[in-house]
């Protein structure tokens, strides 16, 4: 889990070749983050779906991908993949 990630609402990530991408859909609340999944992608073709962790979650599991939460804001997200 070398690879630190800043997402701000919106912005995309692929977790790895092979694996999804994932979006960070801000703070739907004052202790819950979202962050979409998206599983495929094709032009304007896709479908995705909202996880959402409390705030205090420091790990989390994504398409069988470990990530690490450093700090969440309403704003951005950082991340250690």
Known sequence: MNNSVVLSVGDTYHLRLGKDRIVYAGMPSENVFSIAQM???FLYRGYSWNLYFPKGQSTIRIDGINI????VTPDEIRLRV
Request: no cysteine; proline share 0%; charged share 45%.
């Open 39 to 41: 599983k495929w992608e």
């Open 68 to 71: 690490l939460v450093d700090t």
